[in-house]
């Protein structure tokens, strides 16, 4: 999209100041998770607001000024979807103030750039939990996990961050400061403007500020690692736990060709084979209980288990798990990873696809994930400075998003759409679905210059 304003940066540094508008654009504004895939952007100028009402003033100039606006958190999403495409990048790293946390009410305000980590140790300090957990939470931001709607691993007990979202402050066209919802956790007076919000990827609107739910801390967890000979095996084991009814807070996997690219890091030494990771959480007692209930239905075929008991082994399975994604990466310094999510009892065909496409796009493949969500994270390795496997693994994500359909699935289980998946919400949606979609889009941001191309 071409800027009307011819120099956008002087001009913007004129009515807002040097404190808010930077001098030039840095490269780390230009990019996000998916550089390892070569996606790089442009931007005119980087303006970074201070306050909420700040946000408001730079929306409305910029809306006034037909300039694009691209929302930035943490710059951590697998989507591109802070990857500017021209225009105003927009940071929202210095919105970090706790507007307020009231522990005795499970609930905080907080504004957009207060990372992840961050919201998640506040709960924990004053004995409660956040339970969205996606696996870059010192980066991520909390409005850039609204934005994307993130998950994590136990999205499968706890839900994702919007199950968390009792209220959304944000920054509308063409500069308006808005609340929907709020201090409270029932709200069915309007149509769920809110819920739009949230997993709108920058697209509807700017958020700067949440009301969060949060729940009383669980006394114990009890996670049970298990390796089993190959998909199948692993596929029934993880069948076993859910056919039980365990309540089981997490149910993850990584199919043997992660488990061998990530094993080195692993806690204790780890064999080869189809990796299932369960874990329990609640009194001590029930923990107690659970965890002999997921030993005894993941153990039946498995070809050996380990159950961490002390606080740090546990702590160090989780840094490892949080680490996959960049252990698998160093193989050839870069990927095309991809979150397709299908019926649970379609995994296993999923994660057999996976390694099939691999290798008629002639691309190593491995997949990890949410299984208990049937969310997986199918990837193809790529070096990034190489145009043709980069162009491989781009015919490699439409075959995978093809199969996500024709499986009953869906193209994104939580990196959201962006700039990487252009045009394929047309091939999951019918005809009608998909136009009720466009016109969302053209209620919030008539002009279009909400994160332009993204969303589509
Ligand atoms: C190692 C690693 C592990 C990950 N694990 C997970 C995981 O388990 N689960 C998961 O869901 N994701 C995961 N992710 C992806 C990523 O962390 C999430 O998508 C996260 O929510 C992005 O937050 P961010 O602040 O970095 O947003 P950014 O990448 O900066 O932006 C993401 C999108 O949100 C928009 N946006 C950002 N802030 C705002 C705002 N305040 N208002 C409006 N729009 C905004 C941007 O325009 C963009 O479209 C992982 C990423 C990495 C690198």
Redesign the pocket.
């Known amino acids: 999209m071409s800027v009307a304003v011819p120099s956008l940066e002087k001009e913007l540094r004129a009515r807002f100041g040097e404190e808010l508008v930077l001098d030039g654009v840095p490269a780390a504004y230009l990019s996000?998770?998916t550089e390892a895939r070569g996606l790089r952007g442009r931007a005119d100028a980087v303006v970074l607001p201070g306050t909420a009402a700040e946000v408001a003033e730079v929306v409305a100039w910029c809306y006034e000024h037909d300039a694009p606006i691209?929302?930035?958190?943490?710059?951590?999403?697998?989507?591109?979807?802070?990857?500017p495409l021209g225009g105003v990048v927009?940071g929202?790293e210095r919105?970090r103030g706790i507007r307020s946390i009231e522990p005795l009410l499970w609930r905080m305000e907080v504004e957009?750039?207060v990372?992840?980590a961050h919201v998640r140790r506040l709960a924990r300090e004053n004995g409660l939990l956040f339970p969205?957990?996606?696996?870059?939470?010192e980066?991520?931001?909390?409005?850039?996990?609204?934005?994307?709607?993130?998950?994590?691993?136990h999205?499968f007990k706890y839900g994702?961050?919007g199950d968390w979202v009792n209220g959304v402050e944000?920054v509308v066209a063409p500069g308006e400061l808005v609340a929907v919802g709020g201090a409270i956790r029932k709200d069915v007076a309007g149509y769920d403007l809110k819920s739009l919000?949230v997993g709108?990827?920058?697209?509807?609107?700017?958020?700067?500020s949440v009301w969060l739910s949060l729940a009383p801390a669980p006394e114990a967890v009890a996670p049970v690692v298990s390796l089993h000979a190959g998909t199948a095996e692993g596929c029934e084991a993880l069948a076993r736990v859910l056919g039980s009814g365990l309540p089981v807070a997490a149910l993850e996997y990584l199919d043997a060709e992660t488990v061998r690219r990530s094993a080195g890091s692993f806690p204790v030494p780890l064999g080869s084979g189809f990796l299932v990771l369960a874990e329990v959480d609640g009194s001590a007692e029930e923990v107690a209980r659970l965890r002999e209930a997921v030993l005894e239905a993941v153990g039946e075929d498995a070809l050996s288990v380990w159950a961490p008991e002390t606080a740090a082994e546990v702590a160090s399975l989780w840094r490892w798990r949080?680490?996959?994604?960049?252990a698998v990466q160093v193989e050839r310094g870069g990927k095309v990873s991809e979150?397709i999510v299908v019926p649970f009892d379609r995994l296993a065909e999923a994660i057999e696809e996976t390694l099939a496409i691999g290798a008629r796009n002639d691309l190593a493949a491995c997949s990890w994930g949410?299984a208990g969500d049937g969310n997986l994270?199918s990837t193809f390795m790529i070096d990034p400075g190489n145009e043709a496997e980069r162009s491989r693994a781009d015919r490699a994500a439409e075959e995978l998003f093809d199969l996500a359909v024709r499986l009953g699935g869906s193209i994104s289980?939580?990196?959201?759409l962006?700039l990487v998946k252009g045009g394929q919400l047309e091939r999951q949606w019918s005809p009608a679905a998909f136009a009720l979609h466009r016109s969302i889009k053209s209620v919030f941001d008539p002009k279009g210059l909400?994160?332009p191309g993204?969303?589509r």
């Open positions: 996000d998770a691209t929302p930035r958190g943490g710059g951590t999403g697998f989507a591109g979807g802070a990857v927009l929202l919105l957009a750039g990372t992840t969205p957990d996606p696996g870059a939470a980066q991520s931001q909390i409005g850039g996990n609204v934005a994307t709607n993130a998950g994590g691993p999205a994702v961050t944000a919000l709108s990827e920058g697209t509807l609107g700017i958020v700067t949080d680490g996959v994604s960049l979150d949410h994270h289980g939580e990196h959201g962006g909400l994160n993204k969303k």
